[in-house]
């Protein structure tokens, strides 16, 4: 062992010194020899070592209690960005090319017979439940050849036929619409259709105004004929007492303005799917309708107004 030298020739310093003389290094000798020291322990006595030197080198620690070093040391301070410098093994294998390779260079090797072409697992043609109504073009080929003129004609014809049909359905129902200038020029032309029917009960009332105030001016005589005018309309629009359907009360009459919170719905109770005696067709289950969403069968009156007296909370009617 390389310690030994170091060993012998650190007790023999240390004694001499220590002790002095001759017998008194022979005695401390076989007392140190007798204790047999451990190295590394506290009882090792006086040994200094040199800052270089290494007590333990790797040859003769065992190889699991190294291994089980260095894997704490990686537990504890692992690398996990790999910024430390790789160490070298033992291995002579050739590195792997992590790189893909390019689509030439696997068609060279194909063609040069390296090896063949992975072919496509085959599958049995299946149609999934559901969708027996629809067209099965299993195993058909698709075609790579450009739509002839032919072709394209008939495609824009069909798209012309149905926007066509779109737009006469939604004239349909516009059919009543007016553009704003046509509601502008209509608004104005009642308004001047007003004043034409006004104009005789205007003279009428701005000549009698202006006898019973002959020193108004004439802004305050048009403000008072527009007052008189609409207090007129207000006495012909206001319905007579002598009709019996009008009966003046102190409440005021909300029926015009308050909006109803009463709505409707409707749903379906049953379950869609395929009904066998109906030819395998989806159908729903409590009215057997064949429209998945048509209306249901089902119909709530909700009033949003009523009181809920109930524990569960429901408002329908």
Request: hydrophobic share 30%.
């Given at each position: 062992?390389?310690?030994?030298?170091?060993?012998?020739?650190?007790?023999?310093?240390?004694?001499?010194?220590?002790?002095?003389?001759?017998?008194g290094f022979q005695q401390a000798k076989r007392?140190?020899?007798?204790?047999?020291?451990?190295?590394?322990?506290?009882?090792?006595?006086?040994?200094?070592?040199?800052?270089?030197?290494?007590?333990?080198?790797?040859?003769?620690?065992?190889?699991?209690?190294?291994?089980?070093?260095?894997?704490?040391?990686?537990?504890?301070?692992?690398?996990?960005?790999?910024?430390?410098?790789?160490?070298?093994?033992?291995?002579?294998?050739?590195?792997?090319?992590?790189?893909?390779?390019?689509?030439?260079?696997?068609?060279?090797?194909?063609?040069?017979?390296?090896?063949?072409?992975?072919?496509?697992?085959?599958?049995?043609?299946?149609?999934?439940?559901?969708?027996?109504?629809?067209?099965?073009?299993?195993?058909?080929?698709?075609?790579?050849?450009?739509?002839?003129?032919?072709?394209?004609?008939?495609?824009?014809?069909?798209?012309?036929?149905?926007?066509?049909?779109?737009?006469?359905?939604?004239?349909?129902?516009?059919?009543?619409?007016?553009?704003?200038?046509?509601?502008?020029?209509?608004?104005?032309?009642?308004?001047?259709?007003?004043?034409?029917?006004?104009?005789?009960?205007?003279?009428?009332?701005?000549?009698?105004?202006?006898?019973?105030?002959?020193?108004?001016?004439?802004?305050?005589?048009?403000?008072?004929?527009?007052?008189?005018?609409?207090?007129?309309?207000?006495?012909?629009?206001?319905?007579?007492?002598?009709?019996?359907?009008?009966?003046?009360?102190?409440?005021?009459?909300?029926?015009?303005?308050?909006?109803?919170?009463?709505?409707?719905?409707?749903?379906?109770?049953?379950?869609?799917?395929?009904?066998?005696?109906?030819?395998?067709?989806?159908?729903?289950?409590?009215?057997?309708?064949?429209?998945?969403?048509?209306?249901?069968?089902?119909?709530?009156?909700?009033?949003?107004?009523?009181?809920?007296?109930?524990?569960?909370?429901?408002?329908?009617?």
């Amino acid at each position: 062992m390389f310690l030994q030298s170091k060993y012998e020739k650190q007790i023999n310093q240390d004694t001499r010194t220590t002790f002095g003389g001759t017998l008194g290094f022979q005695q401390a000798k076989r007392e140190l020899k007798a204790k047999a020291p451990v190295v590394g322990s506290a009882n090792f006595g006086r040994t200094n070592f040199e800052r270089g030197e290494q007590i333990f080198p790797k040859e003769e620690i065992p190889k699991t209690n190294y291994e089980a070093k260095v894997q704490m040391k990686q537990f504890a301070d692992p690398d996990i960005l790999g910024l430390r410098k790789k160490e070298w093994n033992g291995s002579v294998s050739v590195p792997y090319n992590t790189q893909e390779e390019d689509f030439e260079r696997k068609l060279t090797k194909i063609k040069l017979g390296f090896f063949d072409t992975p072919l496509p697992k085959y599958r049995e043609p299946k149609i999934e439940a559901g969708t027996d109504t629809r067209d099965n073009y299993t195993g058909w080929n698709v075609s790579t050849e450009p739509p002839s003129r032919f072709q394209n004609k008939l495609a824009i014809d069909e798209l012309s036929k149905k926007s066509m049909t779109k737009t006469l359905q939604v004239a349909a129902k516009l059919k009543d619409y007016k553009d704003p200038v046509e509601t502008v020029k209509e608004f104005n032309e009642t308004i001047r259709q007003n004043k034409r029917d006004e104009q005789e009960l205007r003279k009428t009332l701005k000549e009698k105004y202006r006898f019973e105030n002959p020193a108004a001016t004439e802004e305050r005589i048009n403000a008072g004929v527009n007052r008189l005018v609409y207090e007129h309309k207000i006495t012909t629009m206001r319905p007579h007492s002598e009709d019996p359907t009008h009966k003046p009360t102190f409440k005021p009459d909300m029926s015009k303005t308050m909006k109803p919170s009463i709505s409707h719905y409707a749903y379906h109770n049953g379950t869609w799917g395929v009904n066998v005696a109906s030819k395998e067709k989806e159908v729903w289950s409590c009215c057997m309708m064949n429209k998945k969403t048509g209306e249901g069968c089902v119909k709530v009156k909700v009033n949003k107004d009523k009181w809920i007296l109930d524990s569960c909370g429901s408002a329908c009617a």
